[in-house]
Every structure is written in C-alpha cells, then in structure tokens.
C-alpha cells in the first residue's frame, strides 16, 4: 500500500473514531509501527491531527464543540462519563483504553484539577492546556501507566476517581488483570472519593484475575447499551448508578 493511501486510511479512521492508535493501525494496515509512525508525523505536519502517546487525535475534534466531536462506542461512553463530573472538582484519571478518551469531553468544564499517572492522559490534557494538571511519577509500564510506590497514592484527594476494570460483577466486584493497577486501585478506592468505572461492555458481568474493591463500592457505571442486562440488574440493585 502507498504512503498516500495508508494516509487516507488513517484520516477516514480518525474521522470515524476521534483518535487512531499506532498498534490498531500497524495490525490493520500491516505495516511496521514505525511506519506508521512516519505517516502521523506527515499528517501532524499538515495540520490534520495532533500526535500523544501511542497514537494521535482530530486536531479538529480536540478545538470542537463535544456534540461535535466523532463518537464512536468507546466515545459514548466517554461523553457519559465527562457528564457525571462537576466544575472545580479535582479528578484523578487512571490508565486504560476508554479513560484518555474522556479528557476531550472534559474541556468545556471549569476550573478542574487533573491527577493522573498515565501518560496519554496527562499528554492529551497538557496539549489541550485547558485544566491544572499533576502527575504521579514512577516507571513506565505498557499501558502507559506510570507506576511506583503506592504510597504515593496515600497524599492524594479527590472528589472523583475514573479507572477502568478487566470486570465488574455484582458477586466478584471489580476486577483486574494488571498486578500494579490493581494495587493503585485498591489505594483510590480507600480514599473516600465518587468511584467511577468505565467498562467495555463484554466485561459487564466478568472477572478479571485480581480481585479489588467489593462491587458496592462502585458509585458509577459507564458503559456501552450493547451490555448485557441482567449483570446491569444485580449490579443496580447493590446501589451502582
């Protein structure tokens, strides 16, 4: 395939979707990442998207109006989540597939304070330059979280906390697959703060490997209409909104 057609590609894909990830791209089009890689920077070069880590956004949808911005299943869920969030609250945004995707529905709110330990958060809010931003330090892992001593966590406040979870279960709670995530969780989960959960929705009633917090102590479940309803029924019967 042609440069200019891998191109075109990519703009069709981050019209449909808002954002493109290197590694979704590289596998689709098959290509090396690098290559890939190449084609953003040319695209970033003629103002078509902005590069973060690990992939690139719209340069037109992260300077649009959120009704305006393309909404794919992980972007619904991304518009519900920012919907929940107050002005002038402080928001810790965990790792994950869905959570970088709230921030751009997070521009229009007033005066809040981001913490986060993932990387292509940190970088989408700092590129929007629209809310204060603090960063917790540690090494970088694959999901781009940066992780370190957990007692980092043992400072912090919030009033809202967003992480993502391998499953969410009325009788398993939350769960995940990623030792350091699980531990960071179970830190945030102790500080007293609204828990929100975004979830695909094919993990709506699973369990992931490491167990984290009971499931009634979840304040809100975002996820997508595709999930299925009866693990929704158990889990709004423990309180989960």
Sequence with gaps: MLSNERQQFILQQLQKNGVVRVSELASALEVNPVTI??????LEDQGHLSRVHGGAV???????????IPVSWKGRIAEAAAKFIPNQNTVFIGPGELTPEVVPFLV???????????????????????HTLHIIGGQVA???????????????????????????????????DHRDYAEMARRLFGLGAQVMVLLSPR??????????????????????????DPPLWYLSELGVR
């Design 58 to 68: 719209s340069s037109v949808a992260s300077l649009s109006p959120i009704s305006e």
């Design 37 to 42: 890689r190449r084609d953003l920077a040319h």
């Design 142 to 176: 694959e999901d781009c979280g940066i992780y370190g001593s957990q007692e980092a966590f043992t400072p912090l406040r919030a009033d809202w906390v967003i992480l993502e979870a391998a499953g969410l279960d009325a009788e398993s709670g939350v769960t995940h």
């Design 108 to 130: 229009q709110k007033e005066n809040l304070t981001i913490v986060t330990n993932a990387l292509d958060v940190a970088w989408t809010v700092k590129r929007l330059n629209s």
């Design 203 to 228: 993990r709506v009633g699973r369990s992931g490997a490491l167990y984290i917090a009971p499931a009634d102590e979840v304040d809100v479940l975002v996820t997508g209409r595709e999930a299925p």
